[in-house]
């Protein structure tokens, strides 16, 4: 049986060990499942206007594609189990 990762063995276990996912449980739960045994993740985000305005970051990456991304990037060291040169994410 293959083990569910994003840095817990499963969506109960990460809603334990981090109030934030378990205060939005069921909105994240398609997010855990979507990234959870994904070998990469593309991941589409806005840019500000003026990427150079002070104070602006360069690309929004919020809402649930927000929480998707962060759960692909805890599945890698240090927080995760897996080699951080397998992780593929692309912005």
Known sequence: CARLRCGAS???DLC???AAYAARAESLRRCFFLVS???C???VAPRPTMAEDPGQPPMDLGG????????YID?????????NSLM???L
């Open 10 to 12: 499963s969506f109960v």
């Open 16 to 18: 334990e060990r981090d």
């Open 37 to 39: 045994r994904a070998c």
């Open 41 to 43: 993740v593309y991941a």
């Open 64 to 71: 649930d594609a927000g929480w998707a991304a962060q759960m």
């Open 75 to 83: 599945r890698f060291s240090p927080v995760g189990e897996e080699e």
């Open 88 to 90: 593929r994410l692309f």
